[in-house]
Nanobody, 123 residues
Framework: VQLQASGGGLVQAGGSLRLSCAGS????????MGWFRQAPGKEREFVAA????????YYADSVKGRFTISRDNAKNAVSLQMNSLKPEDTAVYYC?????????????????WGQGTLVTVSS
C-alpha cells in the first residue's frame, strides 16, 4: 500500500483544515488507518484511527471533539477534518495503514506510511 497525505497549510488559531490521504492498491479497504503527528523536537503522537469498515474510530484526548476521521474505501481515501485548531496542533501529520486490528494508538502497529503534510497553526 502506498499512501500520500495532503491538505496541510498555515491557518490561524480557531480555523479549520481537512487533511486527505490517498491510498493505492486493491486491499486499501482492508487496512485500519491512522493519523499521527510529530512536532519539532517531540515524539510521534497518535491523533486518530479508523477501522477498516469505518465503523469504529479512535481519538487522542487532545483532539477529541475537534477532529474527525473518516474514510471512503471506494475512493481509497481517508480524511482528517480538523476544527478549532490550536497552536499546539502544529506538526507534520502522517497517515498510516496497519495490517493489524488492535493497539491502533501505537505507531508500531502501522506498516505503511505516507510522506507527511505540514500543519502550522498561528496564534
Amino acid at each position: 500500500v502506498q499512501l500520500q497525505a495532503s491538505g496541510g497549510g498555515l491557518v490561524q488559531a480557531g480555523g479549520s483544515l481537512r487533511l486527505s490521504c490517498a491510498g493505492s492498491g486493491r486491499s486499501f479497504g482492508s487496512y485500519p488507518m491512522g493519523w499521527f503527528r510529530q512536532a519539532p523536537g517531540k515524539e510521534r503522537e497518535f491523533v486518530a484511527a479508523i477501522s477498516w469498515s469505518g465503523g469504529t474510530t479512535y481519538y487522542a484526548d487532545s483532539v477529541k471533539g475537534r477532529f474527525t476521521i473518516s474514510r471512503d474505501n471506494a475512493k481509497n481515501a481517508v480524511s482528517l477534518q480538523m476544527n478549532s485548531l490550536k497552536p499546539e496542533d502544529t506538526a507534520v501529520y502522517y497517515c498510516a495503514a496497519s495490517s493489524g486490528t488492535s493497539y491502533l494508538r501505537d505507531y508500531r502497529q502501522y506498516n505503511y506510511w505516507g510522506q507527511g503534510t505540514l500543519v502550522t497553526v498561528s496564534s
